[in-house]
């Protein structure tokens, strides 16, 4: 079933696609570095999982981690 949200949810899941490549891009850096888990890794992290969450909310779907 389609919301009034969906387009809101879609521009937010294409936000969710451009974390995960910083993030990737980060890690592998820090792989090929062995310079340990890079030091902005967590925040994106929480970062993307609430705007995950935040296009779950808007599709109106909720969270299946709540």
């Known amino acids: 079933m389609s919301s009034n ?7 937010l899941d294409a936000v969710v ?3 995960d ?3 990737f891009e980060q890690l592998r850096e820090a ?4 310079s340990g ?3 902005d890794d967590k925040r994106l992290t929480q970062a993307r999982r609430a ?4 296009a779950h909310l808007l599709r109106g779907r909720e969270s299946a981690e709540e």
């Open 5 to 11: 949200y969906d387009h809101l949810a879609e521009r």
């Open 17 to 19: 696609e451009d974390l």
């Open 21 to 23: 490549e910083i993030i």
């Open 31 to 34: 792989s090929a570095e062995k």
């Open 37 to 39: 888990r890079p030091a």
């Open 51 to 54: 705007i995950e969450k935040a």
